[in-house]
């Protein structure tokens, strides 16, 4: 998983994903979440010597990000080896995806765990905070104060129905914006380290601002959950229009008073509040209670189904390009709804989801030698992608938890 720079366009070391048809490419929440549980190895196994050579690798998948980041902030998601630098940046880059807001975030993790040194990143703070502004200028919807996806094109979770299909710019997506909570606290801890504390307050205030638009616009008090939010509304608008022979303005008498409709689709990612600390603890308890626990909807033998199995669009298909989250188990999904849980002190459902995932894991690796991307929840069968690595070792983190030891945590 480790890959020294290759002299094209990835001009630092960097980390995979570390399967067959990822093998030299670096991916945006990949390297991130990859390095979560490869730091949880170095820990447990690593020598001073193996934690100081690893550090170069995984700064290096910051400052490769940065390093095709200009002065208009934008960022891109993925870098292959072989790509040319000159078409890594799309022509109307506002019109499609950038990478997620997980960058502070990973950049966070390793200052917090070398003692709080953000010096290496000092020269290149600027273009971390143009890519904050990109997001902030050009993917926010003003009137909600929520963050949208542009298009389709992978946003992580592939085909989640909140987004997959749908008209650009019209998702404001719960997995985008518990991202970006994150992501902002991480840049207001980022800016505290280098001394910049204007900017750490702006960015704390940025976040507060962000959590309570959630909490306004994506909770949704009958079934106890969060959601993405639809943004696809017409205009409200003064302008005459002939209608019946009499001129007068459209639907004057009660014009719409909301500016966005929840999207009411079962996706795995509305536990993702917790994980962010978005949810109130009575939510969370909703959450939980009502969503969580439910074997008809999320809650499955060998985890957390990434749709609800009672939503039409439920299915186990083997895909890819776009891989399937309508359904199936991942890794990541149920490491993250394991650390909401923790933060809330849902313990007894934790150490359950932990084992459910270990007993996948065990199962996997003893049948096939290998883990693979995704997995069948009734009955822990793989699907696609053997070989798969990435990511999935996180359930080492979850054993450290499980065993009583320290487990390292993202930021």
């Known amino acids: 998983m480790f890959r020294d720079a290759s002299g094209g366009a990835l001009v630092y070391p960097y980390i995979t994903p570390g399967s067959q048809g990822y093998a030299n490419v670096l991916w945006d929440w990949d390297s991130w979440t990859s390095d979560i549980a490869l730091r949880q190895i170095l820990e447990e196994r690593g020598s001073a010597e193996d934690k100081e050579k690893a550090l170069v690798y995984e700064q290096g998948c910051i400052l490769n990000f940065l390093h095709h980041t200009g002065e208009d902030g934008y960022m891109p998601m993925c870098i292959d080896k072989d790509s040319d630098p000159a078409k890594i940046k799309p022509a109307d880059i506002y019109s499609t995806n950038m990478h997620k807001p997980v960058l502070a975030q990973h950049a966070a993790f390793l200052t917090r765990i070398n003692g709080g040194d ?120 003064n302008e005459p229009s002939i209608i019946f022979g009499t001129e007068m303005v459209l639907h004057s008498g009660m014009p719409r008073n909301y500016p966005c409709l929840i999207q009411r689709i079962g996706v795995w990612s509305g536990f993702m509040t917790m994980w962010a600390g978005i949810a109130t603890e009575e939510q969370a308890r909703r959450m939980v209670a009502e969503n969580y626990s439910d074997p008809r909807t999320f809650g499955a033998p060998y985890g957390v189904r990434t749709l609800s199995k009672l939503e039409k669009m439920y299915n186990m298909n083997a895909t890819h390009n776009p891989s399937n989250w309508q359904g199936p188990i991942w890794g990541i999904s149920n490491y993250l709804v394991f650390r909401g849980l923790v933060n809330y002190g849902f313990n007894d459902e934790a150490r359950e989801l932990a084992d459910k995932t270990v007993t996948l894991f065990g199962m996997d690796y003893e049948k096939e030698g290998a883990l693979h991307e995704y ?34 945590a993202e930021f």
């Open 118 to 237: 953000a010096s290496w990143l000092s020269e290149k703070f600027h273009a971390m905070q143009g890519f904050i502004d990109n997001y902030q200028n050009h993917h926010r919807h003003a009137e909600t104060g929520l963050y949208y996806w542009q298009d389709d094109l992978a946003i992580g979770v592939d085909n989640d129905p909140s987004t997959f299909f749908r008209p650009k710019g019209s998702s404001a997506s719960i997995f985008l914006n518990c991202l970006m909570y994150k992501e902002l606290e991480a840049m207001a801890y980022l800016a505290g380290q280098l001394g910049r504390d204007a900017d750490a307050q702006r960015y704390a205030a940025d976040a507060d601002a962000l959590k309570a638009a959630v909490q306004e616009h994506c909770w949704d008090e009958k079934d106890g959950f969060y959601y993405s939010v639809d943004l696809n509304l017409l205009p409200v608008t």
């Open 375 to 408: 997995y069948n929840p009734d009955t822990g069968e793989p699907i696609i992608n053997k070989g798969f690595q990435n990511w999935n070792y996180l359930v080492l983190n979850m054993i450290a938890w499980l065993e009583g030891r320290e487990p390292v």
